[in-house]
């Protein structure tokens, strides 16, 4: 028996505004499968939850910014500018619809992907991948391609990009991952395809449509089934309007 603690990584609770009061919120939880949540050699094990409990905070507003809020909602919705995350299904890179401004590309195994007792679904590996390169219409990204060779231990341009595509890039900060861990285990590609690098940053840019693409190479033949998933984050916009009604617009 163990317990844990964490905060839900949902789009609308990684934004810093308030939510309005009165509007209606309601949140599912779905359980993944044992083989999937679990590791085993056993292979028979079961996560069963005992209890659950959802900490809320609320913040306790004074009449007069109520009165405000509600005479403003008169005129206008309440907007709630949000990075919406989206994971594509394998390979599912190529599209034709609205930019991205930040991708994140790693590669596990099938069995991993699909759930199985004695796989780690997280468990990035490089798979001696020796070429990567992304197209944003006709822009290749980065400039040169990544070129890394992982069984002479040389990676540093691939490694870097946990940095330079994550808002960390020279930065006073890190992400725990060390260039000895990084192709045992958090092998992830990050790229930044914003108009001015700003995928971290709280502004917005023009949103542009075309085409993304990736092209990706293997030193030496896969002996397994390998899955490609890729993480693609948005600009979205939430408005809530004098009504509480809730408009999500895709399209912004």
Known sequence: MFEVMGPIHSDFFNQDRFLLNNVELRIKLTQQRDPF??????????????????????????ATVLLGHAAALQKAPAKYPLTRDFKTKPFQICTSDKFQKRIIIGFVTNQGFNGHYQSNPYNFQHFNLNYLSLFVDTQQIPAQPLTPDFERNLHIDAYNTLFSGTGIHWKDEGNDITYAEYPRGYTLYAFDISQD???????????????????????????????????SEFNNLIEIDKNRNVVVDYGV
Do not use: Y
Not at 48 to 62: G, P
Not at 215 to 230: D, E, M, Q
């Open 37 to 62: 949540v679990l590791m085993s050699t056993f292979q028979n094990e079961k996560l069963l939850i005992l209890d659950a409990t959802l900490l809320v905070r609320k913040v306790r507003i004074s």
């Open 197 to 231: 690098l700003s995928a971290n940053e709280s502004h917005w840019n023009l949103q542009r449509q075309g085409i993304v693409r990736m092209v990706v190479k293997f030193s030496k033949p896969l002996t397994t089934a390998v899955n490609c998933i890729v993480f």
